[in-house]
């Protein structure tokens, strides 16, 4: 079994040929469960999935106004 400390460490070893370099943390938070996003919630947000493993990549950000006409 991998430890939690070995698992960041492989994290932490990334690297692209472009530099990109990953940080990784361990959030010990502790969250309710069970919290569900409301569809009024779910409106104002922007999901852009991304094209390698889009179930696990992506990005949530405020949906933007429409602009006045």
Known sequence: MR???AMLAFIRGTRTNT???VEARL???IYRKGRKVTEK???QLE???HNVC???N????????N???
């Open 54 to 56: 889009p179930r696990w």
């Open 27 to 29: 959030d010990q938070g």
């Open 3 to 5: 430890s939690l400390d």
């Open 41 to 43: 919630q779910m409106a």
């Open 19 to 21: 530099g990109l370099k």
């Open 47 to 49: 999901l852009f999935a």
């Open 67 to 69: 602009p006045p006409e």
């Open 58 to 65: 992506y990005t949530l950000s405020p949906r933007l106004p």
